[in-house]
């Protein structure tokens, strides 16, 4: 089976274990069915722009250049939460985008990776946000309705929790002994006073279960860098947005955009 499309970040489903689909053109490949089949994708040219041009190449995050600069989609404050202005009326590239995307609920949330981390998600985003950074677990610490609000307390926490992951750790599955419910007991304790009163009252942790039936000892990244490129082997499993095979891990998300043939045998 042959398909060709301009990949795009894998969709996911929650359940006992976690379900990944991925969209290539007009068809539909549900991943976890292609564990333990070969699998060879080759980059075959030309990059589909978050815009939907085609384009040589792709600047970041699956912007273009001239994109990524001008779009309210990749302004700085969704990077960085404590930028928005939104809620003081001022734009940045776009009020009325930035009113929609920066004016609604958003979480503040532990999530264990390789590590506890802080994060913060609109609430629309929970839990698809914690599959996709591949958290074993995550709990609720903050909603606030804004997300000046979310990224000051997250700012707050930084002195306290990371806000990265090491994601050759969590693909070999380092985790922490540190436990969530203590950790969020630290964080609510660190938080200024005035953003006490978003903290979520619930303490349920999610937990995450992903489909790998071998899990790496060694961390290979596989990656195209020139028309033709490709890489060919068998699939072992799938966690955050990695593809886990036997000939290394394929980060399908810092592939948006590149257009690639994809065969499964």
């Given at each position: 089976m042959r398909f060709t499309g301009p990949l795009r970040k894998m969709s996911t489903q929650y359940g006992e274990t976690i379900r990944y689909a991925l969209k290539l053109g007009e068809d539909m490949l549900f991943v976890n069915q292609l564990i333990g089949k070969t699998i060879r994708i080759q980059f075959v040219g030309n990059h589909t722009c978050f815009c939907g041009s085609v384009v040589p190449e792709v600047y970041r995050q699956n912007f273009c250049k001239e994109c990524f600069f001008?779009?309210?989609?990749?302004?700085?404050?969704?990077?960085?939460p404590e930028l928005s202005q939104a809620h003081l009326g001022i734009a940045d590239r776009d009020l009325e985008?930035?009113?929609?995307?920066?004016l609604q609920p958003h979480l503040v949330y532990l999530a264990k990776?390789?590590?506890?981390k802080v994060g913060v998600t609109r609430n629309t985003q929970m839990p698809y946000r914690?599959?996709?950074?591949?958290?074993?677990?995550?709990?609720?610490?903050?909603e606030t309705p804004n997300r000046y609000l979310a990224g000051e307390a997250e700012v707050a926490l930084k002195d306290h929790f990371t806000d990265?992951?090491?994601w050759q750790a969590m693909l070999k599955d380092l985790g922490t002994d540190a436990q969530l419910g203590e950790s969020?007991?630290?964080?609510?304790?660190?938080?200024?006073?005035h953003l006490k009163k978003y903290s979520e009252v619930s303490n349920k942790i999610w937990d995450f279960h992903y489909p790998i039936v071998h899990q790496p000892e060694k961390i290979k990244s596989i990656s195209f860098k020139?028309?033709?490129?490709?890489?060919?082997g068998e699939l072992f499993g799938i966690r955050g947005q990695y593809l886990i095979t036997?000939?290394?891990?394929?980060?399908?998300?810092?592939?948006?955009?590149?257009m690639v043939e994809v065969e499964v045998r």
């Open positions: 001008s779009k309210p989609e990749a302004s700085p404050s969704i990077m960085r985008f930035e009113k929609r995307m920066q990776t390789d590590r506890i914690w599959m996709d950074q591949g958290a074993r677990q995550a709990i609720i610490l903050l990265k992951t090491s969020k007991e630290i964080a609510l304790a660190a938080l200024p006073p020139q028309k033709g490129d490709q890489w060919e036997s000939v290394g891990v394929f980060n399908v998300r810092s592939h948006e955009g590149f």
